[in-house]
């Protein structure tokens, strides 16, 4: 099946800096990637989506300069949290599909942890 | 409305009972629809999608899809102490077919 590999699973990070989060595609190529935010006993909130090779598109109330997303190859995607706060730690989870067919379910990476101190 | 319902619960069922989550969703296009389960502290796994209306039966998992009352469940046939996770309901937004607006999510607690 369809591997999403995600990294790093956590990290912390003092306030101020800005942190990467790498997601990549192992056994497939992805022109679409989905970022999503989790908070505590909450559900998923979908964050940008990531094309290849163009900009991303980012949901309303998210800053696109704040959470930086490069997808520079069908295999990988980036997101970076930049001048992170306190506010910014939660649970950050990419998610690609698995072929490029309308209704093709979304694979999910096994999130990164980020807390910011 | 929101655009995806689900019930927080938490749902308690003793083991080897069958546990029904139940989704309302309010897009009436949506054409797919999709049950993940997530360990706490864990992203979200693919257990079920449905197209159609009716049955579709994988293992102990039966997912009910109803178009005309934009209703979809999942019911777990046998329920296990592992089983025990918050159930995901996930619709795609609009025409576009991968992106996936999520439910609230159903906590299940099976007790042995």
């Known amino acids: 099946g369809a591997v999403v590999s995600q990294h790093p699973s956590r990290v912390i990070c003092k306030s101020g800096t800005s942190v990467k989060i790498e997601c990549r595609s192992l056994d497939f190529q992805a022109t679409t990637m989905f970022w999503y935010r989790q908070f505590p006993k909450k559900s998923l909130m979908l964050m940008a989506t990531s094309n290849e090779g163009s900009k991303a598109t980012y949901e309303q109330g998210v800053e696109k300069d704040k959470f930086l997303i490069n997808h520079a190859s069908l295999t990988l995607s980036t997101l970076t949290v930049t001048s992170a706060h306190p506010e910014d730690s939660s649970f950050y989870i990419c998610s690609a599909p698995s072929d490029n067919s309308y209704n093709s379910p979304l694979h999910f990476g096994n999130g990164t942890r980020l807390t910011v101190t | 409305q929101k655009e995806v319902e689900q019930n927080s619960g938490p749902l308690s069922v003793p083991e080897g009972a069958i546990a029904s989550l139940n989704c309302t969703y309010s897009?009436?296009?949506?054409?797919?629809f999709f049950w993940y389960r997530q360990y706490s502290g864990k992203s979200p796994e693919l257990i079920m999608s449905?197209?159609?209306?009716g049955d579709k039966e994988d293992g102990r998992f039966t997912a009910q899809l109803n178009k005309a009352s934009q209703y979809v469940s999942l019911l777990i046939r046998d329920s296990q102490p592992s089983d025990s996770a918050t159930y995901l309901c996930a619709v795609p937004r609009g025409n576009a077919g991968n992106m996936l607006t999520f439910g609230g999510g159903t906590r299940l607690m099976v007790k042995p």
């Open positions: 897009d009436r296009v949506s054409q797919s």
């Open positions: 449905i197209y159609s209306n």
